[in-house]
């Protein structure tokens, strides 16, 4: 309560008309005087219970609770809580501003809201029987399907699980670029560390952030949007980046995107024990709050409590209503903290971050949301990062649903109507004649092997009961229909088989290759979108590291790289975190083609690239993290290869045994010369007459008869006939062998000048770890070809 401090120079006036008898009313002035300052009462807490003002007013609590506390008459940091230092009736003012802004904001995207619960029965995840008639849903005869088509289903979880195969790889999905044009060795294994120890924080310390990311992708594939909130946690005390669903982002419909929104609303549902350490912590007011209300469900909550099977029952009990919070981003013009321009008040709204509890319709929280340093034309700093499937006409963007919800309507009621058909022809109605008599019940059930009775009144049966006439002959054109629709859909959502070549094995490799682009041009684009909105979520995380470095390395590193806060500094100030995704390969699949495509090029001109590098890109893109284990150590490239190895020797066993065939074909020749000069001798002889006994009695050789000088002259024939066989077949064998030792000599040339080029072109790595000169490369290779020339025997 305030005494007479509000008044300086007032003067009493009476309303009405004066009366003239009336003495004139006196000047009545209080004089403040400067010098005497307000006096506080504190408390051992630092409570302050009454402050006595100069003027001899006093300001006491009329609830009995402590005005504030000596803490709160201290300076505010600039993010602090500005709440502490606003005028209540101000804090009233705002709060009831920005609430009915968001009332408005809320009614602008109302149709966007219905279309989404529709979209969320159209995803088929409840299980629903076939109905009875006259239920809610108006099912008009019992028994009707209520099946849905997956393919919006289906197209939903291809998008996500491509999505995050290529946003969130298993060793982490942040990647370092080092902007310094000239890095030295210190520099790139800062940046190593960096990495490493970047990936580590967002799968190890941050748990949250790959099921987060994994839910907010199949929520953007199938509305359209999804974001990313960056800031640091209080509770958690470290940078998190949490993702938000687009149903609680409340923005106004006219914004086209979240730079020209008039305000950012977070709606978020707290736990009462979580609010209560918000205040304990100073980040809320601590202020009484009164009980939470339920609050208001929309088109779309109602229908993802009933996909959930929730129901408004659970949560009657106030203790177990959790509160809602609006965490709103707004521009404010506040009292007391007006903007400056040339030493006067602009009138400028500047950016702030207001929090309002809505249930008690107070506000816990005011904080700016500018730099410091920003402070001639605030800029708002950004917090929120939007992830687009297909850019749409309003903020929300253009998702799966919109795409595929009226082709997945069609293909649901056609399947129902298919169903049906067959249900109600093996099943048929019938109609029954009135003259009958009175029947026990009219739905007849007969089981197999059953019967049932009918009270005809002596009619024969197929006069009393006619069955309906259903027919099945328009179900092939049906689904025929339905197949057509849904791969119409899968082609306009991205997510179509392509047929390549349709099993023919000899298609055309560029024809296959345009025919997948064709089929993935749509997702590429989506993933392009993707990689950008991933690029700035880490910018933002970086910002909040460079504010709050210690939440980084005093967590654990992986790479036990020693960290303090102005080497940290360093590292973020000269690396840029990327995404690890390739914003031009939106698959595993693409990226395979990529690296098919690279080994041709290669093949076809092996001098133009290393072999070593290409091979270690296509083991990485195939998944392999360390290719280096799969090569061969650098002292064994130069060796030769196995295969020349293998084929020196398999060409030196067929020398031996083309020696071993010349040594036989010899013997043979020989063998046969000698029959012929014994055959020869013989003929010779037959020519000369029987010599008379010598002188000691002996008489001369026995003469040949006719017939053994033709059988001689025969084997003498024959003789020669068999030595010019062998000679020519000595000749072959020589010529043979001649024709393979110059084919091996070429053999061993080509495979000794091919090693020689590889030498050449990827010479072995040193000990430093520098490639050799190419001079010496090439006198290796030298060497190689003389050594293979001096193991080919010369003849």
Not at 284 to 295: G, K, Q, T, V
Request: charged fraction near 25%.
């Amino acid at each position: 309560m305030s005494g007479l401090a509000g008044l300086n120079h007032a003067n009493l006036r009476l309303v009405g008309v004066p009366d003239p008898d009336t003495p004139d009313a006196p000047q009545v002035t209080v004089d403040i005087a400067p010098d005497n300052p307000d006096s506080p009462d504190i408390d051992d807490a630092g409570n302050i219970l009454r402050i006595d003002h100069g003027d001899g007013s006093i300001t006491v609590s009329l609830d009995g609770k402590p005005l504030e506390t000596a803490a709160s008459k201290g300076p505010i940091e600039w993010f602090g809580n500005l709440a502490e230092k606003i005028d209540r009736d101000e804090l009233s003012r705002i709060t009831e501003d920005l609430l009915q802004g968001i009332a408005d904001d809320l009614q602008s995207r109302r149709e966007w809201i219905e279309d989404r619960a529709l979209g969320v029965k159209l995803l088929g995840l409840k299980i629903e029987l076939p109905n009875v008639q006259g239920a809610s849903d108006g099912a008009p005869v019992e028994g009707m399907s209520k099946v849905r088509h997956p393919l919006l289903l289906e197209a939903v979880l291809r998008f996500q699980a491509n999505a995050r195969s290529e946003l969130l790889p298993t060793d982490g999905p942040v990647k370092i670029r080092n902007d310094n044009t000239s890095p030295n060795l210190t520099e790139d294994q800062t940046a190593t560390a960096l990495e490493q120890d970047f990936n580590h924080y967002l799968t190890a310390v941050a748990t949250e952030y790959y099921p987060d990311t994994d839910r907010m992708l199949f929520m953007t594939g199938f509305g359209g949007t999804g974001f990313k909130k960056v800031y640091k946690c209080p509770l958690r005390n470290r940078p998190v980046s949490e993702a938000v669903d687009a149903h609680d982002l409340i923005v106004n419909q006219s914004a086209t995107d979240l730079a020209n929104a008039q305000r950012i609303t977070h709606k978020v549902m707290m736990r009462p024990s979580t609010v209560k350490r918000m205040q304990i912590l100073d980040v809320y007011r601590d202020i009484e709050l009164s009980d939470a209300r339920l609050p208001e469900a929309d088109a779309l909550k109602q229908e993802e409590n009933a996909q959930q099977g929730l129901s408004e029952s659970s949560m009657q009990r106030p203790g177990d209503r959790e509160r809602e919070i609006y965490e709103v981003c707004c521009e404010l013009d506040i009292k007391g903290f007006e903007h400056q321009h040339n030493g006067k008040d602009s009138g400028l709204q500047v950016p702030y971050v207001a929090t309002i509890d809505v249930s008690s319709r107070e506000m816990l929280r005011v904080e700016r949301n500018y730099n410091e340093d920003d402070q001639t034309l605030p800029v708002a700093r950004k917090r929120f990062v939007k992830f687009p499937f297909v850019p749409g006409i309003g903020f929300y963007d253009i998702g799966l649903l919109h795409i595929l919800g009226n082709t997945t309507n069609a293909a649901t009621a056609a399947w129902r109507e298919g169903l049906d058909c067959g249900m109600y022809a093996n099943f048929p109605g019938f109609l029954t004649a009135d003259t009958a008599g009175r029947q026990n019940t009219n739905i007849f059930r007969i089981p197999p092997g059953g019967s049932a009775q009918l009270k005809t009144g002596g009619m024969p049966i197929r006069d009393f009961a006619m069955p309906l006439p259903y027919s099945t002959q328009q179900m092939p054109a049906l689904m025929q229909l339905v197949a057509d629709m849904v791969e119409t859909g899968r082609r306009i959502g991205g997510t179509a088989e392509v047929q390549v070549g349709e099993g023919r094995a000899d298609v055309p490799v560029g024809t296959v290759m345009a025919m997948i682009d064709q089929a993935i041009k749509v997702m590429n684009a989506v993933h392009k979108r993707m990689h950008a909105a991933q690029a700035e979520e880490f910018q933002l995380l970086k910002q909040q590291f460079k504010e709050h470095p210690e939440s980084f390395y005093q967590r654990g590193c992986k790479s036990k790289t020693a960290w303090d806060k102005a080497k940290f500094l360093a590292a973020l100030e000269n690396c840029n975190l990327v995404p690890q995704a390739d914003p031009n390969t939106s698959s595993s699949g693409q990226r395979l083609m990529k690296v098919m495509a690279l080994k041709q090029l290669q093949g076809a001109s092996p001098n133009l690239y290393d072999p070593i590098k290409v091979d270690t890109a296509a083991l990485n893109a195939i998944g392999w993290p360390n290719p280096e284990e799969f090569f061969v150590p650098p002292q064994a490239r130069s060796q030769p290869p196995p295969q020349l190895v293998q084929q020196q020797a398999e060409m030196a066993n067929k020398a031996k045994d083309s020696q071993s065939k010349q040594m036989e074909a010899h013997a043979r020749m020989t063998e046969a010369q000698s029959t012929a000069a014994e055959t020869q001798e013989k003929i010779k002889l037959g020519h000369f007459a029987p010599k008379p006994p010598d002188a000691g009695g002996v008489a001369g050789p026995e003469p040949v008869s006719p017939v053994d000088m033709m059988g001689a002259q025969a084997k003498l024939i024959d003789a020669h006939t068999r030595t010019r066989e062998v000679a020519v077949r000595e000749q072959q064998a020589r010529t043979e062998d001649h024709n393979r030792d110059l084919d091996r000599e070429a053999d061993e040339r080509e495979a000794a000048i091919a090693l020689a080029g590889d030498v050449i072109k990827a010479p072995t790595a040193g000990e430093s770890g520098k490639q050799v000169d190419v001079s010496k490369a090439g006198h290796k290779a030298r060497k190689i070809i003389e050594t293979v020339d001096k193991s080919v025997p010369r003849e």
